[in-house]
């Protein structure tokens, strides 16, 4: 199994952005479908934002002109920017590589004044 590190997460406040990035080991997240998920305290992990092998792109109706999912390919990693943060997307964060159904450990967003 690949193991995925995500990085990136914190405290800030409504409006706010952060950027999250998820890594791996080995040259496979430039090339591989890739999908940033959140899951806050008590509710299912949702998927946010997906990128395929060939780059395009998906997200989840909360965060669309919100969020941006990229990666690259020369520096192996995804990233997740986030804008306009809401109280409600306060979660941890994780990253998924479907081709080997692994996921990181998590980075912890929390969003609040």
């Known amino acids: 199994q690949v193991q995925l590190v995500e990085a990136g997460g914190g405290l800030v406040q409504p409006g706010g952005s952060l950027r999250l990035s998820c890594s791996a080991s080995?040259?496979?997240?430039?090339?591989?479908?890739v999908g940033w998920y959140r899951q806050a305290p008590g509710k299912q992990r949702e998927l946010v934002a997906l990128?395929?092998?060939?780059?395009?792109?998906n997200y989840a109706d909360s965060v669309k002109g919100r969020f941006t999912i990229a990666r690259s390919s020369a520096k192996n990693m995804v990233y997740l920017q986030m804008n306009s943060l809401k109280p409600e997307d306060t979660a941890v964060y994780y990253c998924?590589?479907?081709?080997?159904?692994?996921w990181g450990q998590g980075t912890q967003v929390t969003v609040s004044s």
């Open positions: 998924h590589l479907y081709v080997r159904d692994s």
């Open positions: 990128i395929t092998s060939g780059g395009s792109t």
């Open positions: 080995g040259n496979i997240l430039g090339t591989n479908a």
